[in-house]
């Protein structure tokens, strides 16, 4: 019965967000501010991971290559297949739940705590406009962080095949061309569009609803990034069944 | 001027916690809701501001009841109200300057110049000095309340609601801060409301005082008033203080 309650004060919250809207001039600042805070913010660890990952996933593809009739360039293939599939989209989100979702509901629930968010509401303005809305259009430009990540995460799978000597450049570059389905990439942008919009809702939920003091802000925020991660497994699940099954 | 009329709030249980509550806050003068923890300030604070709507009753502003209104209306309304919370509720990425602008920033046209000449004007008159380019992580709590009350009073609100406006500060600020609240409140003409515990703020401000007790209005007057009462209620609200009890009890034996 809680989590239905939960589920429904979610959905009300998301009404609210779009209803009563803060003035553009001022909006335009604050999307301005979300999209360093958030987008801009989160490059370099998504940048780092992405480069290292692919260079591993390569690694282990081409160490689990036992059988000398496969041809060299499937550690080509077999790394573009996990990374624009499943590691760039997924992997990654799952990480900004931690780093992106922490900081949206502790920044939100410490506005709760120290009453910032009652005195939006005392002046007349909708905090949720004011507070979300920002976030959920700066998570419009997310997809472009993980289009870098499948860049990266290829180019480091690149790296340590050639120059690990587990394939040449040739090699990995035909298995990277080899059965290529463009749908794919529409299928993996259109559910990091989804993750994006859980990635700013749920972890401002848990923000703006929370009650207590500075403790109760740090349990949020853990809350919040387990949450976030079961939501974005589960729409990873049922948009995969959806558009590739 | 504020009147209520017969005012009750409920949270969806049989209990109320407002039980019907009467009375009215007038215009140039320092208003101070008071009572024990639990007796339903914050409620009737929060049921002023519009945040809370009533179960019962009506909330008069000049004669006007904010649950009537329409929407737009109802924003016009808010913006003429001025909010100093306990514990300041400055804007912490935003600079003191930049926390009194925001009012009008967004509820104005006027331009930067023109909001930082007026931020500036109300800067100066709640003595804030050299604190304009500060975070509010970086001035005293003192200073904080000052920032709270320009903020608060920089769109020329018709009324000012404070909750707690000393708690936390050492007595000598705390009564700074009160006499500040009071010579707004008489300079501006503005309808103040105090919610307080303090009574040293009772004291130096009280010029209406409304005390309250289990969701019950138990009694009304002013600081000149207070002492004499015969509520018991009211008595052993007052002479909790230790520093009041000790200066009855001189008074007493003076008179013996």
Redesign the interface.
Known sequence: MGYLKEIGLYFMMLKGVFIKP??TS?LRNLVLKEIDDLIIGSLGIVCFISFFVGGVVAIQTALNMDNPILPKSLIGFASRQSIILEFAPTFISIIMAGKVGSFITSSIG?MRV???I??L?????NSLNYLVFPKIIAMLFYPFVIAIAMFLGILGGYTAAVFGGFATGDQFIVGLQDNFIPFQLVYAFLKTFVFALLLATIPSFFGYYMKGGALEVGKASTTSFVWTSVFIILANYVLTQLLLS | MIEVKDLKKGFGGDELVLKGISTTFEKGKTNLIIGQSGSGKTVFLKCL?G?FRPTEGRILYDGEAYSELSPEN??TL??Q?G?V???S????SMTVEENIM??L???TKQRKAERLERANEVIKRVNLIDANKKLPSEISGGMQKRVAIARAIVNNPKYL?CDEPNSGLDPRTATLIDNLIQEITHEYDITTIINTHDMNSVMEIGEKIVFLQKGHLAWEGSKDTIFSTENQDVTDFVYSSDLFKKVREAVIKDHQ
């Open positions: 803060t003035k001022v410490t120290t009453e910032q009652d005195a509401e005392v002046m007349g303005i | 501001l945040l109802q924003r808010r913006e109200m909010m919370f306990q514990g509720a400055l804007f912490d925001f009012p920033k967004m509820f609601f």
